[in-house]
């Protein structure tokens, strides 16, 4: 508990939060990183944290780079999708909008990775304001379905599923990188992968 | 009526100085309803005033008003009105009649009856007539008025009263006398020879009758004598009665005196057999227990207890409070005299054999005494205690019997248990060291070695400060597995000798409370198989919790004498050298070892507070944390003081400094130790020096660091300090975390705003120098006109920035600001969002300007909003 961390032993895990804005990027991050919820809402510009957590076993860091949902150029978060290596896609049950929102950004981290199977989690927060919904979890699925990616709905107030999106997410990322190591010429193929290759599951400790 | 009247005396008379003398109820003859009084009053003043007063109830209340009044002189005519049959109905004349109705007839008759007696007494020369009154009332009222003439108040009273009445029977008898003679009237001479004639016959027959009665005087005279000598005889008679009884009342008192003396000395000799009686109870000693005292053997259990009961009775026997006179027999004293000896002589085998008893045990204990190599452990006194107990009461016994053997006893047993406890304590102290000191396993016992060499060498060398401080660096920046092992080692080393030391300083501490018989408040009195009961228990959770055992027995002992705790420190003298030895000991080994200590031991001197302060252990325990909070300082100052003394890296870029993540071990540290302690608030007084020191720090260093820009430096720490801050949850640091998140902002900022003038140099400056123009209050419109802000000026500056140069300029600010951010702070893609937003809006800026300013010059910068994003994207693609 008292080590140092040493970098080049630890696997560090590169997760960034994509959404607009106002469906609780922030909220879920904070919930995940420091058990704690902020009713307050101030717009991200972008910040970054990071935290040790232990997976199936073994220690890893996650960065979590928490981005703005109102961007005026789409171009500048460009960058950050790039320096990502798995993707929370975010979205509120309860705004139609937002949920609109997520295949514009799907489309633009698709264009910036050049990867079909990028690791990548649809979202659907705030599923504690049940009676306020517009996206029924029906609708959800079946664009995650046509995505081939999973969907979770969470709620960052309650901490429903919380640590679950993090930590599926973290799991196929690591995959994704055995599976690179295993390969070294992996980039040359992303894009030919089987899908039945990410089906892999994880376990949440 | 009594009532009324006494009213009418107090309202209306009084006030008049008057008297009221008779009253009745009446009312008007005719008019029934008006009713008022008339009364009869006189005045208290002389000459007497008589009236009669006429007084009316007024209609509302209570109160009496005069209405009229008469003088009794004016008074003419009584008419009764009843000299026939009775009636309540009469008149009064005065100037005219008044007709009254009274509200009875005995009432009128007594008002009536009192207006004769006034006017007989006070009007002598006309006095009103008195008609239809019934005579026998006016008669009455004279027998009356003569007696209650005393009652109205004396003195006045004796009125002249030279006339008096021929009463109704010498009238009669006198008309009678008259009439027998029909000529008296007509012939007075003739009457008056008639009288003397008749007179003189009455004397002679008067004479005749005397001196016939003559004879019968003389036999009066006779039979008087006779009787007085008959009342001699009987006078005589009565007199000899009376000597008789004279003789028998003195022998009935003298019999009376006999049988008192023989009463008291009955109850005299009752009294003498009781307090023999009492005497011989009290001071005889069975020849059993004299038998026990004498010979009893001391190391039987069975018969320590008939020699403890024997004892007991010795005590008693002389403990005896006899009367002054009692302790003059003979007998008495000797018997005493036996006793003294009986004590002396088994105090003295007594004491011998507990002598011998505490030092065969010394020497056992310590025979017995081994080594354990995994967990230190204090060998318990149990048994040995147990093997006392019985000697207990005997104890006590001597306490009374032979103070000075019982100190020379306290003495022996101190001196030999002493050494016991030194060795043992000493061992105990010597096997926790080494378990610290050996390693559990082989792993990097190389890298443990020179850290516990080093430790060591400290520990003889008194350690010089360049020494210290290395150590410092090794637990502070090492930061190996080992140390989590050694520190969890550590832990239960610490709390194995807290968990042994209690047990056994306070069963021996209540040993010899109960031993000795040294708490004020002793308990000696029902000391028994209770008593052993209780060590069982101890025994049976000794090697359980710490607060566990026997809290019955110590809360009745609330006070621990100041006897038992210098017997107790005598006992246990190496124990308190012994456990700083230790503290210092394990704080070299590893500073933080100190926090270690500081919550434990506090939590135990707090956990006996309640039950136990001043006890022996508390307080040396109390003692060690003075000296652990002192170690605890030293570790705090050590730190800030690395933190002060920290070299700022030369030629790396600077990241996270060692403080910042060092800080946060031992926060993480401090945190798990200082859980749910009473002593946060120490470790809240150091969080807030350190954090203190670390913010100055970071600053120190941001200005002095030459590779990295010091808003770098600034806000990739406070960064850091913030996360730590916010993930710890440590509510004492709140405020600074507040200012590490606002410090990481500004500082952000600060640095995009700054880098961000490099791409575009010149152009910067041209725009920033007109919008200090335009402050100055220079129209937009006409900057253009000024020299230096012409329109051929703007175009030649932007002729400098064609989109080549521009993308290469953002290029190679990516690149710095990746040069200038560690990998540890993952802050790239936040200060690059940052710049690339504000590289916009100052983009957008330049136009305004160029729009205000040059307005319809047709003038624009060579590229353009979808240029830079493209840039951008380009600059993301690259990397």
């Given at each position: 508990m008292a080590s140092k961390p040493k970098p080049p032993q630890m696997a560090l895990h590169k997760v960034i939060m994509v959404g607009s804005g106002g469906v609780g990027k922030s909220a879920l991050t904070l919930q995940f990183m420091y058990d704690e919820f902020v009713e307050d809402y101030e717009p991200t510009k972008a910040d970054s944290y990071r935290k040790k957590v232990v997976l199936d076993g073994e220690e890893v860091q996650i960065d979590i780079l928490d981005t703005a949902g109102q961007e005026d150029y789409a171009a500048i978060r460009d960058n950050y999708f790039r320096s990502g290596e798995g993707?929370?896609?975010?979205?509120?049950?309860?705004?139609?909008?937002?949920?609109?929102?997520?295949?514009?950004?799907?489309?633009?981290?698709?264009?910036?990775?050049?990867?079909?199977?990028?690791?990548?989690?649809?979202?659907?927060?705030?599923?504690?304001?049940?009676?306020?919904?517009?996206?029924?979890?029906?609708?959800?699925?079946?664009?995650?379905?046509?995505?081939?990616?999973?969907?979770?709905?969470?709620?960052?107030?309650?901490?429903?599923?919380?640590?679950?999106?993090?930590?599926?997410?973290?799991?196929?990322?690591?995959?994704?990188?055995?599976?690179?190591?295993?390969?070294?010429?992996g980039k040359k193929n992303k894009k030919t992968k089987k899908e039945g290759k990410r089906k892999k599951k994880c376990v949440i400790l | 009526m009594t009532a009324i009247r006494h009213t009418l005396q107090k309202d209306v008379f009084l006030p008049h100085d008057e008297r009221l003398l008779g009253v009745v109820h009446v009312s008007k003859a005719g008019k029934k309803k008006k009713v008022s009084f008339l009364c009869a009053a006189a005045s208290t003043e002389k000459p007497v005033q008589v009236s009669i007063v006429n007084v009316k109830k007024s209609d509302k209340g209570d109160t009496y008003k005069r209405r009229q009044t008469w003088e009794l002189r004016e008074l003419k005519l009584v008419d009764g009105r009843d000299d026939t049959k009775e009636s309540p109905e009469f008149d009064l004349h005065f100037e005219k009649s008044y007709k009254w109705v009274a509200s009875n007839v005995a009432e009128k008759s007594a008002f009536i009856s009192c207006l004769w007696k006034l006017c007989q007494r006070y009007l002598i020369k006309k006095r009103p007539d008195f008609v239809n009154v019934n005579p026998q009332l006016l008669e009455e009222a004279v027998q009356v008025g003569e007696l209650t003439r005393t009652l109205p108040q004396g003195g006045e009273d004796v009125v002249d009263e030279e006339y008096q009445v021929l009463t109704a029977q010498e009238e009669a008898d006198l008309e009678k006398l008259i009439s027998q003679c029909d000529f008296a009237v007509s012939n007075a001479e003739a009457f008056t020879e008639q009288l003397s004639k008749d007179l003189s016959m009455l004397d002679g027959a008067n004479i005749h009758s005397i001196m016939a009665s003559e004879e019968q005087v003389k036999n009066l005279m006779k039979l008087l004598e006779v009787s007085e000598?008959?009342?001699?005889?009987?006078?005589?008679?009565?007199?000899?009665?009376?000597?008789?009884?004279?003789?028998?009342?003195?022998?009935?008192?003298?019999?009376?005196?006999?049988?008192?003396?023989?009463?008291?000395?009955?109850?005299?000799?009752?009294?003498?057999?009781?307090?023999?009686?009492?005497?011989?109870?009290?001071?005889?000693?069975?020849?059993?227990?004299?038998?026990?005292?004498?010979?009893?053997?001391?190391?039987?259990?069975s018969h320590i207890l008939d020699c403890t009961s024997a004892a007991e009775a010795l005590q008693q026997a002389m403990g005896v409070q006899l009367h002054p006179g009692l302790c003059k027999m003979q007998a008495v004293r000797e018997q005493q005299k036996m006793f003294e000896k009986l004590r002396s002589s088994f105090a003295r085998r007594l004491a011998a054999h507990l002598n011998s008893v505490f030092v065969q045990q010394g020497h056992e204990m310590s025979e017995t005494l081994s080594h354990h190599a995994l967990e230190p452990t204090l060998p318990k006194h149990y048994s040995a205690h147990r093997d006392l107990m019985p000697y207990a009461e005997l104890m006590l016994w001597l306490k009374g019997a032979d103070i000075t053997s019982f100190h020379q006893l306290a003495q022996v047993y101190t001196s030999n248990l002493k050494r016991l406890y030194?060795?043992?304590?000493?061992?105990?102290?010597?096997?926790?060291?080494?378990?610290?000191?050996?390693?559990?396993?082989?792993?990097?016992?190389k890298k443990f070695g020179k850290?516990?060499?080093?430790?060591?060498?400290?520990?003889?060398?008194?350690?010089?400060?360049?020494?210290?401080?290395?150590?410092?660096?090794?637990?502070?920046?090492k930061g190996s597995n080992p140390d989590i092992t050694d520190r969890a080692k550590f832990e239960r080393v610490l709390n194995s000798i807290m968990s042994e030391l209690e047990p056994v300083c306070m069963v021996e501490q209540d040993f010899i409370i109960k031993f000795f018989h040294l708490s004020s408040d002793s308990t000696a009195t029902d000391v028994g198989s209770d008593e052993e009961d209780q060590i069982e228990e101890g025994v049976v959770d000794a090697n359980g919790g710490m607060f566990s055992k026997g809290h019955t027995e110590r809360q009745t002992e609330k006070q621990v004498s100041s006897e038992v705790r210098r017997m107790m420190s005598d006992l246990f003298g190496t124990m308190e050298p012994e456990l700083h030895n230790f503290i210092n000991f394990a704080d070299k080994m590893d500073p933080y070892n100190s926090m270690y200590m500081l919550v434990k031991i506090s939590a135990v001197v707090m956990g006996m507070e309640e039950k136990d302060a001043g006890s022996y252990l508390a307080t040396t325990l109390a003692t060690s944390v003075v000296i652990v909070k002192r170690n605890f300082d030293k570790l705090i100052q050590a730190k800030i003081q690395s933190i002060e003394e920290i070299k700022v890296p030369k030629?790396?870029?600077?990241?996270?400094?060692?403080?910042?993540?060092?800080?946060?071990?031992?926060?993480?540290?401090?945190?798990?130790?200082?859980?749910?302690?009473?002593?946060?608030?120490?470790?809240?007084?150091?969080?807030?020096?350190?954090?203190?020191?670390?913010?100055?720090?970071?600053?120190?260093?941001?200005?002095?660091?030459?590779?990295?820009?010091?808003?770098?430096?600034?806000?990739?720490?406070?960064?850091?300090?913030?996360?730590?801050?916010?993930?710890?949850?440590?509510?004492?640091?709140?405020?600074?975390?507040?200012?590490?998140?606002?410090?990481?902002?500004?500082?952000?900022?600060?640095?995009?705003?700054?880098?961000?003038?490099?791409?575009?140099?010149?152009?910067?400056?041209?725009?920033?120098?007109?919008?200090?123009?335009?402050?100055?209050?220079?129209?937009?419109?006409?900057?253009?006109?000024?020299?230096?802000?012409s329109k051929q000026e703007l175009r030649k500056v932007i002729k400098?920035?064609?989109?080549?140069?521009?993308?290469?300029?953002?290029?190679?600010?990516?690149?710095?600001?990746?040069?200038?951010?560690?990998?540890?702070?993952?802050?790239?893609?936040?200060?690059?969002?940052?710049?690339?937003?504000?590289?916009?809006?100052q983009y957008k800026h330049f136009e305004d300007l160029i729009k205000r300013c040059y307005p319809e010059s047709g003038i624009t910068l060579e590229f353009t909003i979808t240029d830079i994003l493209q840039f951008f994207s380009d600059i993301a693609q690259s990397h």
């Open positions: 993707f929370l896609c975010v979205f509120s049950i309860t705004e139609q909008e937002s949920f609109a929102a997520t295949a514009d950004f799907r489309e633009q981290i698709l264009r910036v990775k050049n990867d079909e199977n990028i690791p990548f989690l649809l979202v659907g927060n705030k599923c504690d304001l049940f009676d306020k919904r517009q996206v029924t979890i029906e609708t959800a699925t079946a664009k995650a379905g046509e995505w081939n990616v999973p969907y979770v709905e969470t709620s960052a107030k309650t901490r429903q599923n919380v640590d679950k999106v993090f930590f599926d997410l973290m799991c196929e990322i690591r995959d994704r990188k055995k599976e690179e190591t295993a390969k070294p010429d | 000598t008959e009342i001699n005889r009987i006078e005589k008679r009565l007199e000899r009665y009376e000597g008789l009884l004279e003789g028998v009342r003195e022998q009935m008192e003298q019999m009376k005196g006999k049988d008192t003396l023989i009463q008291m000395q009955n109850t005299n000799y009752k009294k003498l057999l009781s307090t023999l009686d009492t005497l011989v109870g009290q001071l005889d000693l069975s020849p059993g227990h004299v038998k026990a005292l004498q010979e009893g053997d001391l190391s039987n259990p030194e060795r043992e304590i000493k061992d105990f102290f010597e096997a926790a060291k080494a378990i610290l000191g050996t390693k559990p396993s082989a792993v990097d016992s850290l516990m060499g080093s430790t060591e060498s400290l520990g003889k060398s008194s350690g010089s400060k360049m020494r210290s401080s290395s150590l410092l660096d090794i637990a502070d920046h030629n790396k870029r600077c990241g996270i400094l060692p403080f910042v993540s060092s800080f946060e071990e031992f926060a993480e540290l401090a945190e798990t130790i200082f859980k749910g302690s009473e002593r946060r608030a120490d470790l809240d007084k150091a969080y807030g020096r350190m954090v203190r020191t670390i913010f100055d720090n970071v600053e120190r260093v941001g200005l002095e660091h030459q590779k990295t820009p010091q808003d770098v430096v600034l806000f990739e720490n406070y960064h850091h300090l913030n996360a730590v801050f916010a993930r710890l949850k440590i509510t004492c640091l709140e405020t600074e975390k507040k200012e590490a998140r606002h410090k990481y902002k500004q500082h952000l900022d600060a640095y995009v705003i700054n880098w961000l003038g490099h791409p575009m140099e010149k152009l910067n400056h041209f725009f920033e120098g007109i919008e200090a123009r335009v402050a100055q209050g220079v129209k937009a419109e006409e900057v253009g006109y000024q020299l230096a802000f400098e920035y064609p989109m080549k140069e521009v993308k290469k300029g953002l290029d190679s600010l990516y690149k710095k600001v990746e040069k200038h951010l560690c990998e540890e702070e993952n802050l790239n893609q936040v200060v690059w969002r940052s710049m690339q937003e504000e590289f916009i809006s």
